[in-house]
């Protein structure tokens, strides 16, 4: 594995403890950074060089301050993030959230399975192909 990490967008504390189980059975946990609202993962992403943007955002779509769709609108209009992959892992089905979410250029969308094998799973195919498999576009110089 090479050493791009994950950025894990989640306010539930119960989900994220099941995606750290996850990914920790995976051996991916040491890549991950979480934070808990889509303020923080706006300010997260703003602040790094292209160079150091995560390999993969694993975005809810029910979020405090900033919701899913929002993080994502402003992630797809600046030329630093629009190509970033952007995961969305929500427990929501709902076709409009599907929608809007591949409207607004999400990358994938999964539902979060309610069995915790079938969970952990999920999320390490999520790391394997998000960080061992997919080939991200070249990254853009910073403009200051």
């Given at each position: 594995?090479?050493?791009?990490?994950?950025?894990?967008?989640?306010?539930?504390?119960?989900?994220q403890v099941l995606v750290m189980r996850a990914f920790k059975k995976s051996n991916f946990m040491d890549k991950v950074v979480v934070v808990r609202d889509g303020?923080?993962?706006?300010?997260?992403?703003?602040?790094?060089?292209?160079?150091?943007m995560p390999g993969v955002v694993l975005l809810d779509l029910k979020l405090p301050k900033?919701?899913?769709?929002?993080?994502?609108?402003?992630?797809?209009?600046?030329?630093?993030?629009?190509?970033?992959p952007v995961v969305m892992l929500t427990s929501s089905d709902e076709e409009r959230d599907i929608n809007a979410s591949y409207d607004l250029g999400i990358n994938s969308y999964i539902c979060k399975p309610v069995d915790f094998v079938r969970f952990a799973?999920?999320?390490?195919?999520?790391?394997?192909?998000?960080?061992?498999?997919n080939v991200a576009p070249p990254q853009k110089k910073r403009v200051r």
């Open positions: 594995m090479n050493d791009k990490t994950i950025l894990l967008v989640e306010d539930n504390s119960d989900d303020a923080a993962a706006l300010d997260y992403l703003f602040a790094r060089d292209p160079g150091e900033v919701n899913g769709l929002e993080v994502l609108q402003r992630l797809r209009a600046d030329e630093r993030t629009q190509f970033l799973e999920a999320v390490r195919r999520l790391g394997v192909y998000w960080l061992a498999l």
